[in-house]
């Protein structure tokens, strides 16, 4: 049975599709009348007011009320400005380490802004995103440390062997911007515990961003990163689904034979269909016939694609760790992937656990039985009781 949509919901919906589909539909809705509060809630919960502004621009600024749409102007322009601070930004950190010599990719943030839409003003993002090699984490550690970055977990060199070994990302912060350092694709156990990231770092292409030239992954390596990253998320916010269509109608001349080789070396086959059904069936990505015909052809992701779009404006959490992690294990295309990813979240110490109770080396092995125990005792134990107490 179909979801009734509201118009608000509607209008959203038009806004992160690339090929203007529904500009006469969402003319109609905002004749018809619209809660303005609501369509506001609903485009920042996802994440695309860019885009639900540029939608409104689009078909007639004159049919908007002008309390509504200068409010939306300011934060669109907001955002705008605050996204160049942000490149700018970027490229002073990668200067920073490429000054030590440290090889860095960055992804997602501006970079995503200009690889899916040409431009830094038609996406939200929250921090910025570097990927580093795992042998260079001691020496990004600390260059960024003297630059004034503030750690969330502090690590000297010992330490900083375990958190290499645990996670896969450290965030560092200064009073401007919050900056995620990875090492790894992939983590959680999800796809396997990890995903060799060699192919990502041969197949590279320069960016222009504010006049400087920088190192990207290429636009198939991209697709298969925001697959990737979607479903570790349950792909709950319409901006990880625009992102991917407006990459894909950015680059019609995908190797989409050469993505699809990648992504059975790296087993996510099954990630890599389910992001291109939902980019196209709710964002009205162009794919090639031979694409398409992959989902019905393969139609074991089905399920999943039809939970996200009878989600989507879904009340209630479905954010939380278990109901993703659910998610992931379904997404994963081997029964060894889904156990190693179920273990592996109240296991495998995080970098968490890691600055929660300092160990000596020789005792690393005691994480695994701390781990449980700080998630039962003091994280999810703690809440259930309360729900409990007030049942």
Not at 23 to 28: G, H, L, M, Y
Not at 63 to 71: A, R, S
Not at 370 to 375: D, E, H, S
Request: hydrophobic letters at 45%.
């Amino acid at each position: 049975m179909a979801v009734q949509l509201r118009p608000e919901q509607e209008v959203i919906l038009a806004a992160v599709r690339g090929d203007r589909a529904g500009d006469e539909r969402v003319r109609e809705l905002i004749k018809g009348g619209l809660d303005w509060a609501v369509l506001h809630r609903i485009a920042l919960q996802h994440g695309v007011l860019p885009l639900l502004y540029r939608e409104l621009k689009a078909v007639g600024e004159a049919l908007v009320p002008p309390e509504e749409m200068i409010p939306l102007k300011k934060l669109f322009l907001n955002n705008a400005l605050r996204n160049q601070t942000m490149a700018q930004k970027l490229v002073h950190v990668l200067d920073l380490l490429s000054s030590t010599g440290i090889e860095a990719i960055p992804f997602k943030g501006p970079i995503l802004a200009l690889q899916a839409y040409g431009t830094l003003s038609w996406r939200h993002f929250g921090d910025l995103d570097i990927l580093i090699h795992h042998h260079d984490f001691q020496r990004a550690y600390e260059q960024l440390a003297s630059a004034g970055y503030s750690p969330t977990h502090s690590v000297d060199k010992k330490w900083g062997t375990w958190v290499g070994r645990v996670g896969k990302e450290l965030t560092f912060s200064d009073q401007d911007v919050s900056l995620d350092i990875h090492w790894g694709i992939t983590g959680g156990g999800f796809l396997g515990m990890t995903i060799d990231q060699g192919a990502f770092w041969q197949d590279l292409r320069l960016l222009d961003i504010n006049s400087h030239q920088v190192r990207v992954f290429s636009p198939e390596n991209t697709v298969l990163l925001l697959c990737i990253h979607g479903t570790q998320h349950g792909w709950q916010a319409l901006s990880l689904i625009a992102d991917l269509a407006h990459l894909i109608r950015n680059h019609p001349d995908l190797d989409w034979r050469g993505l699809f080789r990648h992504a059975k070396r790296v087993r996510a086959q099954r990630v890599l269909r389910l992001g291109l059904q939902l980019a196209q069936e709710i964002a009205g990505a162009p794919l090639p016939p031979e694409v398409e015909s992959v989902f019905h052809a393969r139609p074991s992701g089905a399920d999943l694609a039809a939970e996200v779009k009878g989600n989507l404006f879904a009340d209630g959490n479905r954010s939380s760790q278990f109901n993703q992690a659910t998610f992931r294990a379904r997404a994963t295309e081997r029964l060894r992937d889904r156990f190693l990813h179920v273990i592996s979240l109240p296991l495998v110490p995080e970098p968490a656990d890691l600055a929660a109770v300092r160990l000596p080396g020789f005792l690393y092995p005691l994480y695994y039985v701390i781990r449980p125990v700080r998630l039962l005792f003091f994280k999810y134990g703690p809440r259930a009781l309360r729900g409990t107490v007030r049942r």
